[in-house]
Nanobody, 117 residues
Framework: QVQLVESGGGLVQAGGSLRLSCAAS????????MAWYRQAPGKQRELVAQ???????SYTDSVKGRFAISRDNAKNTVYLQMNSLKPEDTGVYYC???????????WGQGTQVTISS
């Protein structure tokens, strides 16, 4: 099993920045994809950004140019640097790791991000 612990959420004004971190522990295979999802009130959870174990990245259109995902494989940690934040970025942000070998997904408990206008 894999455990994920997120940190770094909070309340900031529009235009501000936050950095989320997610540390993974447990049985982690080398081939995996780490990702950040978010869920706004009343909406479905959506994929925000993902990064492969080879550091290939992809982003949802609404955050391109503002968010940057990165990872430290030695620490099994993934980061999400969020700049130029907007009120519509508000939501609970969840860390996810997809083990490519077994096909399993693991989730963190979520961290609240609130952007005030």
């Amino acid at each position: 099993q894999v455990q994920l612990v997120e940190s770094g959420g909070g309340l900031v004004q529009a235009g501000g920045s936050l950095r989320l971190s997610c540390a993974a522990s447990g049985r982690i295979f080398s081939r995996n994809v780490m990702a950040w999802y978010r869920q706004a009130p009343g909406k479905q959870r959506e994929l925000v950004a993902q990064i492969t174990s080879g550091s290939s990245t992809s982003y949802t259109d609404s955050v391109k140019g503002r968010f940057a995902i990165s990872r430290d494989n030695a620490k099994n940690t993934v980061y999400l640097q969020m700049n130029s934040l907007k009120p519509e970025d508000t939501g609970v942000y969840y860390c996810n790791i997809w083990d490519v070998v077994s096909g399993t997904h693991s989730w963190g408990q979520g961290t609240q991000v609130t952007i005030s206008s």
